[in-house]
């Protein structure tokens, strides 16, 4: 008999932690619990530690020294590599708005990947279709006039590539484009928006039920004018990108919004930009000159330019913040993303039948394995974990 074997860990299950064994065998999950273990199969020791879904991250830049808007496959190696080590083993590249031709050669080398690479789940459109007036850290040359036909010119031939898009519903011939995102079967996601709270309304009524970097780049929560942030706490059948670094959103706002939300609908995200895993420097994000100090990436201006988290230290924030248990840290890096997704029928969560795709971590979210498809593609060397 061939599989793996992870013994004596503790399962994280959405809604609980089980002490117990987990079996895997043709790149699924065979079994969990109890029972006899099986003979003349790949064991690992997980006394001690913790065996979780992999994480999903829905919006990354890159990594480990690299962009994914370099737009080769050096770069993407590299970034995927450095985001597997920490416990990713899914994930959407994302590109910031950029010339046409850039853009479309970024779709070009996910869906590539998304054939031969189990990690990449297709691609995060952060434009082109936002407000110049909360453009962040994107370069408003590359903003865009929400068309029909903007949409296909960026988008034709990969259709299937595009899983979610980030735009600004306020601008004229968004709704269009909220149709069009939609009937791709991809996730239209309100971001560097000024929309009010009864434009983001009207949004939800288009259809459009995920905000990108809640609190970021968006109009602020006022107590006049409660804005996007305010439709995304009123209403419960929405989704929302959260960056728990302690720098896009205040401990306290992390903590109010779970008290709101109990963790439904919330997706962790790194947000990483290339200086991930890096020095203090200078970098770039598209086009954008990055500076990196104390590991927080800005623009020249003091725009906040992605991040510097990845996965398993998003997990760990979110409990530190919160309070809330592992389980529920974990089901927002896993269940949530995959369910906005749509492959939670395969993914983001330990079930018999579901994608091997675990991360196993300890006490502290150190990562000591990442294994994909039933394959362990990375081991902490001793003294790492």
Same mark, same amino acid.
């Given at each position: 008999?061939?599989? %793996?074997?992870?013994?004596?860990?503790?399962?994280?299950?959405?809604?609980?932690?089980?002490?117990?064994?987990?079996?895997? @065998?043709?790149?699924?999950?065979?079994?969990?619990?109890?029972?006899?273990?099986?003979?003349?199969?790949?064991?690992?020791?997980?006394?001690?530690?913790?065996?979780?879904?992999?994480?999903?991250?829905?919006?990354?830049?890159?990594?480990?020294?690299?962009?994914?808007?370099?737009?080769?496959?050096?770069?993407?190696?590299?970034?995927?590599?450095?985001?597997? @080590?920490?416990?990713?083993?899914?994930?959407?590249?994302?590109?910031?708005?950029?010339?046409?031709?850039?853009?479309?050669?970024?779709?070009? %080398?996910?869906?590539?990947?998304?054939?031969?690479?189990?990690?990449?789940?297709?691609?995060?459109?952060?434009?082109?279709?936002?407000?110049?007036?909360?453009?962040?850290?994107?370069?408003?040359?590359?903003?865009?006039?929400?068309?029909?036909?903007?949409?296909?010119?960026?988008?034709?031939?990969?259709?299937?590539?595009?899983?979610?898009?980030?735009?600004?519903?306020?601008?004229?011939?968004?709704?269009?484009?909220?149709?069009?995102?939609?009937?791709?079967?991809?996730?239209?996601?309100?971001?560097?928006?000024?929309?009010?709270?009864?434009?983001?309304?009207?949004?939800?009524?288009?259809?459009?039920?995920?905000?990108?970097?809640?609190?970021?780049?968006?109009?602020?929560?006022?107590?006049?004018?409660?804005?996007?942030?305010?439709?995304?706490?009123?209403?419960?059948?929405?989704?929302?990108?959260?960056?728990?670094?302690?720098?896009?959103?205040?401990?306290?706002?992390?903590?109010?919004?779970?008290?709101?939300?109990?963790?439904?609908?919330?997706?962790?995200?790194?947000?990483?930009?290339? +200086?991930?895993?890096?020095?203090?420097?200078?970098?770039?994000?598209?086009?954008?000159?990055?500076?990196?100090?104390?590991?927080?990436?800005?623009?020249?201006?003091? +725009?906040?330019?992605?991040?510097?988290?990845?996965?398993?230290?998003?997990?760990?924030?979110?409990?530190?913040?919160?309070?809330?248990?592992?389980?529920?840290?974990?089901?927002? +890096?896993?269940?949530?993303?995959?369910?906005?997704?749509?492959?939670?029928?395969?993914?983001?969560?330990?079930?018999?039948?579901?994608?091997?795709?675990?991360?196993?971590?300890?006490?502290?979210?150190?990562?000591?394995?990442?294994?994909?498809?039933?394959?362990?593609?990375?081991?902490?060397?001793?003294?790492? +974990?």
């Amino acid at each position: 008999m061939s599989g %793996l074997l992870i013994q004596g860990g503790t399962l994280v299950l959405p809604d609980r932690l089980v002490k117990g064994d987990l079996f895997i @065998q043709k790149a699924k999950i065979a079994k969990m619990g109890s029972f006899p273990p099986p003979k003349g199969v790949q064991t690992i020791d997980a006394k001690g530690l913790y065996i979780s879904p992999g994480f999903i991250d829905t919006h990354v830049n890159g990594g480990g020294g690299r962009g994914f808007m370099e737009n080769t496959e050096e770069a993407f190696e590299v970034a995927i590599h450095f985001h597997v @080590q920490h416990g990713t083993t899914g994930l959407l590249p994302t590109a910031v708005a950029a010339p046409l031709e850039v853009m479309r050669a970024f779709l070009e %080398l996910v869906g590539e990947y998304r054939k031969r690479d189990r990690v990449v789940l297709g691609a995060h459109l952060n434009g082109p279709f936002v407000s110049p007036k909360r453009a962040g850290a994107i370069d408003p040359r590359y903003i865009l006039s929400p068309s029909l036909n903007a949409f296909r010119e960026l988008t034709g031939k990969f259709e299937r590539v595009v899983k979610v898009v980030t735009l600004a519903p306020e601008v004229k011939g968004a709704r269009e484009v909220v149709a069009a995102v939609l009937g791709i079967g991809a996730v239209p996601s309100l971001g560097h928006s000024d929309a009010t709270y009864e434009e983001a309304l009207q949004a939800l009524r288009w259809g459009l039920r995920h905000f990108t970097h809640i609190f970021n780049a968006m109009r602020e929560l006022g107590h006049h004018e409660p804005g996007p942030v305010g439709a995304a706490l009123e209403e419960e059948d929405v989704t929302m990108e959260l960056i728990v670094d302690g720098v896009h959103v205040h401990p306290v706002l992390v903590r109010l919004l779970h008290k709101v939300k109990k963790g439904r609908g919330v997706c962790l995200v790194t947000d990483a930009i290339s +200086a991930t895993g890096q020095p203090d420097g200078e970098y770039r994000l598209g086009d954008v000159r990055v500076i990196v100090r104390e590991g927080i990436a800005t623009t020249e201006v003091g +725009a906040l330019a992605g991040s510097t988290l990845t996965m398993n230290r998003a997990v760990k924030n979110f409990m530190e913040f919160t309070g809330c248990s592992l389980p529920e840290a974990v089901r927002c +890096a896993t269940l949530n993303p995959a369910r906005l997704l749509g492959i939670d029928d395969r993914k983001g969560s330990l079930e018999v039948g579901k994608d091997a795709d675990l991360v196993i971590f300890d006490e502290d979210l150190t990562v000591h394995y990442t294994i994909l498809g039933g394959e362990v593609v990375y081991e902490a060397v001793t003294g790492d +974990a």
